[in-house]
């Protein structure tokens, strides 16, 4: 089923902490919402093993880090409806504390491996550190250990994912996307901070829908039910943006009698069904607190040039 604006999800279960705007297949809903009970359910501790008394050597060849910290600082002042929007070549971010989108600047390939512990979004390592304290910690940390992995290539574009792997007792592996613009230059529109120990960011795909190779990153949010977040990526001649499946939820939505819902998960659409162009989508009735009554949303698509064009719906009851 679908969320809002571009992203696939996949069953019911807690999403990315407390309101986070969702793209594509896979929910009812804009946005979700978790409670506070949710929330401290899902919320992840990562628990950071440092070294102290780091020597002065350590900090040779770190000035280049030093300086990109400083240039990331604009991002925190970037306005909000950028924040919510996808893009050419926005990096989607999604943390237990929520996700956005920004537009950070290239970096050659050692600044997403180096020293990984930087690189965390969530606020949580050495919280409150000098930019220069916070590095010492980081070149001390013993995680995450930062492994890359080649993806393939979509018109001319190579992609690559990096794993973020942890050790300790209750933290969880990241995930990014890095695609590759010039030698030893890398542009990231993927980081992925998974909510929950039961949580994995798994290897990214390139699939076919139609004509056009998209790049799929999916996303296990565990739970109960087990909810899969797809992502899906269109690549044209500006660079990679985020597909908007929102169509398809409005096109569900128009076919439905009153007091009747699309069901936020459940489905079993995924990048393997995707070249079929058709979601089903499940409903449950307004104020029910189980899915699912009989009946189901049938609804085609095709893409034009990365965006979604509805063919048809079509609901039936039984």
Same mark, same amino acid.
């Given at each position: 089923?679908?969320? $809002?604006? $571009?992203? %696939?999800?996949?069953?019911?279960?807690?999403?990315?902490? !407390?309101?986070?705007?969702?793209?594509?297949?896979?929910?009812?809903?804009?946005?979700?919402?978790?409670?506070?009970?949710?929330?401290?359910?899902?919320?992840?501790?990562?628990?950071?093993?440092?070294?102290?008394?780091?020597?002065? *050597?350590?900090?040779?060849?770190?000035?280049?880090?030093?300086?990109?910290?400083?240039?990331?600082?604009?991002?925190? !002042?970037?306005?909000?409806?950028?924040?919510?929007?996808?893009?050419? #070549?926005?990096?989607?971010?999604?943390?237990?504390?929520?996700?956005?989108?920004?537009?950070?600047?290239?970096?050659?390939?050692? @600044?997403?491996?180096?020293?990984?512990?930087?690189?965390? /979004?969530?606020?949580?390592?050495?919280?409150?550190?000098?930019?220069?304290?916070?590095?010492?910690?980081?070149? !001390? !940390?013993?995680?995450?250990?930062?492994?890359?992995?080649?993806?393939?290539?979509?018109? $001319?574009?190579?992609?690559?994912?990096?794993?973020?792997?942890? *050790?300790?007792?209750?933290?969880?592996?990241?995930?990014?996307?890095?695609?590759?613009?010039?030698?030893?230059?890398?542009? *990231?529109?993927?980081?992925? *901070?998974?909510?929950?120990?039961?949580?994995?960011?798994?290897?990214?795909?390139?699939?076919?829908?139609?004509? /056009?190779?998209?790049?799929?990153?999916?996303?296990?949010?565990?739970?109960?039910?087990?909810?899969?977040?797809?992502?899906?990526?269109?690549?044209?001649?500006?660079?990679?943006?985020?597909?908007?499946?929102?169509?398809?939820?409005?096109?569900?939505?128009?076919?439905?009698?009153?007091?009747?819902?699309? #069901?936020?998960?459940?489905?079993?659409?995924?990048?393997?069904?995707?070249?079929?162009?058709?979601?089903?989508?499940?409903? #449950?009735?307004?104020?029910?607190?189980?899915?699912?009554?009989?009946?189901?949303?049938?609804?085609?698509?095709?893409?034009?040039?990365?965006?979604?064009?509805?063919?048809? %719906?079509? @609901?039936?009851?039984?």
């Amino acid at each position: 089923m679908l969320f $809002g604006s $571009g992203r %696939a999800v996949h069953s019911p279960g807690s999403k990315f902490g !407390a309101e986070v705007p969702i793209i594509g297949i896979g929910s009812d809903f804009p946005h979700c919402k978790l409670s506070d009970n949710q929330r401290r359910r899902t919320k992840t501790v990562l628990r950071w093993r440092i070294v102290s008394n780091v020597s002065a *050597e350590l900090y040779k060849g770190s000035l280049y880090i030093i300086a990109t910290l400083m240039l990331a600082l604009p991002l925190v !002042a970037q306005p909000q409806i950028d924040r919510d929007q996808p893009g050419p #070549w926005k990096r989607h971010v999604m943390t237990p504390k929520g996700g956005w989108f920004d537009t950070p600047t290239p970096h050659p390939l050692a @600044y997403f491996t180096r020293y990984p512990a930087l690189l965390d /979004e969530s606020g949580d390592f050495c919280y409150l550190c000098t930019p220069q304290k916070k590095l010492s910690a980081a070149m !001390a !940390a013993k995680e995450p250990k930062a492994e890359v992995r080649l993806v393939g290539t979509i018109k $001319g574009l190579t992609i690559y994912d990096v794993f973020y792997r942890f *050790e300790s007792d209750g933290a969880v592996d990241w995930k990014s996307i890095l695609i590759k613009t010039a030698p030893n230059v890398y542009r *990231e529109i993927l980081h992925c *901070e998974p909510t929950q120990v039961d949580a994995r960011a798994l290897p990214s795909v390139i699939t076919q829908l139609g004509t /056009e190779l998209l790049l799929n990153s999916r996303y296990f949010a565990g739970g109960n039910k087990g909810m899969y977040v797809d992502d899906y990526y269109s690549f044209d001649q500006i660079g990679p943006t985020l597909v908007d499946f929102a169509p398809i939820l409005a096109a569900g939505r128009a076919v439905l009698p009153k007091g009747v819902m699309l #069901w936020g998960g459940g489905d079993s659409n995924s990048p393997k069904t995707l070249t079929l162009m058709r979601f089903k989508l499940q409903v #449950w009735n307004d104020g029910d607190g189980l899915c699912c009554r009989p009946g189901i949303v049938e609804v085609t698509f095709k893409l034009d040039r990365g965006h979604v064009v509805v063919t048809g %719906a079509h @609901y039936n009851p039984n």
